[in-house]
């Protein structure tokens, strides 16, 4: 499909080791720690904590592990110095990469990234070097395929600048700001939503081979497997 690829979708759909999971788990708490930091450790008041605890739920995180995650935001309980950072990179071929990561320790995740990059055949970017190429935006997927020109309508009365489909599921856009009151409309006219997100989406796009796929597919996974990693953007079409 024409637009933004983004790993964590291919990711979750995957069958989910025991060991996997907790490393998930770890990825989540943090997402959600930094999320309640930000702004307060209510939902209802913050939509970045109501996505990352959305996402933790869907992935079956016990709410045990939600509560401390949200204590340790608001100071309750210890957290250390955990830091949000956003890296610009090339992938193989040279391929625009944005990598988010959450670490308590900037210089070992920093090398351990740099290490997977140069084992791959990529680079860390200089600042604003690849962040222009990629767009903040508000994505939800839908895999409830019902839906008419009348939902359409309405969803975009709502603030969706952009559906896309591949067949198989429903991706709507939104400006960040908006990606809340498209959500309600969605569920207000009846449609399901499988995930909802703020995404880097590409500006453009670039086809890559099938040789280039596996060598991506690898190195995405080496990403991934990071403890810091939270997501990853690519401007590439598997």
Same mark, same amino acid.
């Given at each position: 499909m024409s637009g933004h690829s983004k790993w964590a979708q291919i990711k979750y759909k995957k069958a989910i080791t025991d060991a996997k999971k907790s490393k998930i788990?770890?990825?989540?708490?943090?997402? $959600? %720690? !930094?999320? +309640?930091?930000e702004k307060s450790g209510d939902p209802n008041m913050n939509p970045k904590l109501r996505l990352a605890v959305e996402k933790a739920r869907a992935m079956n995180m016990p709410m045990g592990n939600i509560e401390r995650a949200i204590k340790r935001g608001t100071g309750e309980i210890e957290a250390g110095n955990l830091e949000e950072l956003l890296l610009e990179a090339y992938g193989p071929g040279g391929k625009a990469i944005l990598i988010s990561a959450i670490t308590d320790n900037k210089n070992r995740t920093l090398a351990e990234i740099k290490h997977i990059l140069n084992e791959y055949g990529g680079k860390l970017a200089s600042s604003g070097s690849v962040r222009w190429m990629f767009e903040e935006k508000g994505k939800i997927i839908l895999e409830n395929k019902k839906l008419n020109e009348d939902m359409e309508l309405k969803i975009i009365?709502? *603030?969706?600048? /952009?559906?896309? @489909?591949? *067949?198989? +599921? $429903?991706? &709507?856009? @939104?400006?960040?700001?908006?990606?809340?009151?498209?959500?309600?409309?969605? $569920?207000?006219? *009846?449609?399901? !939503?499988?995930?909802?997100?703020? #995404?880097f989406?590409?500006? @453009? %796009?670039?086809?890559?081979?099938?040789?280039?796929?596996?060598?991506?597919?690898?190195?995405?996974?080496?990403? #991934? /497997? =990071? =403890? #810091?990693?939270?997501? &990853?953007?690519?401007?590439?079409?598997?």
């Open positions: 788990f770890s990825k989540l708490a943090a997402l $959600i %720690t !930094i999320a +309640t930091r009365e709502a *603030g969706a600048e /952009d559906i896309k @489909t591949d *067949g198989e +599921t $429903i991706m &709507i856009f @939104t400006q960040p700001e908006c990606l809340e009151l498209v959500k309600q409309k969605i $569920i207000e006219v *009846g449609l399901e !939503i499988s995930d909802a997100s703020l #995404d989406v590409p500006k @453009t %796009t670039e086809k890559i081979s099938e040789d280039e796929k596996e060598n991506y597919e690898k190195f995405f996974e080496a990403l #991934d /497997d =990071q =403890q #810091d990693v939270e997501e &990853i953007y690519s401007n590439i079409e598997f």
